[in-house]
């Protein structure tokens, strides 16, 4: 689903990317009140996460492969204004350094990858975990369906896009149909790879989980002949650190990267595929980029290809993970003096 340069209009390319740049402002105010000490750090990892299994292509149709999107993931794990700013770091790293993605088609990409996949996963995610029971397995469950659903919805805003700003003629429904019927196909697997990562996390350490947070049904203490809530415990002991969570997602995404992506599908993917097939790839623009030693995920002049993709992957994962912490470290502390200036000030009045 990455869009190259030339497949959108500079018009609606730069309108995508006034929203795009919209969606990275407000996300960067409303990550403040996600963020805290424990899943700063976290965050930074699951763009590097991303990054990783998005190199691992999997087969969904003869001759088509598709990857993590990965917005559903992002948002369920460290929140929805804090999973855009993931999702928006991934992409970027990947359109400068590994020439995937269009730079002028950066505003679309964010747009449709980060911001639809997101707003879409994370209110199917909330709307479910209401309803079902207030168990670990409903938030994976939940996690499931939402992703399903996120990636024919991204299918789906790409085809509008293409609609409004398309270089080369292609009947929308035409695009639409096959657009929306090979991302179905592809939202299978990311929703077995989010659903997959979020039960491991939930498994050993549901506190780090965002989507997961005020499920537990409240203490109940028997006051008379009545039920109420039993006021909550208060902690006295050190909030217990992500770091084992931390190092086992980064060795992952490392050996996912540098050593399983090897294997991945070398089919085009679902709009690599469309595109190609319908014709809508005719005006497509070779990427600004396209000479960087680190193109196409490959090092440049390192002839062995599975020690020049491996290594290309760490990189980008050593890359992404320190941008991500960086920016997410930075909104957090942002965010710290104007805490300690709210409780002060509540403290003054008490």
Known sequence: MHVPDGFINAPVSAVTGVVAAGAVAV????????????????????????????????????????????????????????????????????????????????????????????????????????????????????????ALVSVPAAAAAFTGMYALGGTTYVPVDTVLTAMVGVHTLIGLGEAAITAATVGAVIAVRPDLVYGARGLTAPLKLRVGDELVDAAPATAREPVRSPRKVWITGLVASVVLAGFVSFYASASPDGLEKVAADKGMDKEAEEHATANSPLADYGVEDIADGRLSGGLAGVIGVGVTVAAGTGVFWAVRRRNTPAHTAASTRSEETA
């Open 27 to 146: 996300s960067l105010r409303g990550a403040r009140r996600e963020l805290d000490e424990r899943t700063a750090p976290l965050a930074g990892l699951v763009a590097a996460f991303v990054f990783a299994v998005q190199m691992l292509n999997f087969p969904v149709a003869a001759g088509t492969s598709g990857h993590l999107l990965g917005g559903a993931l992002a948002a369920i794990l460290v929140g929805p204004y804090t999973g855009v700013l993931c999702i928006s770091v991934v992409l970027l790293m990947q359109g400068v350094l590994f020439a995937d993605g269009g730079l002028t088609a950066l505003g679309v990409n964010i747009t449709n990858m980060g911001v639809v996949t997101v707003l879409v996963a994370y209110a199917l995610f909330r709307g479910l975990v209401k309803v079902l029971p207030k168990k670990r397995r409903s938030v994976t469950v939940a996690s499931f369906l939402a």
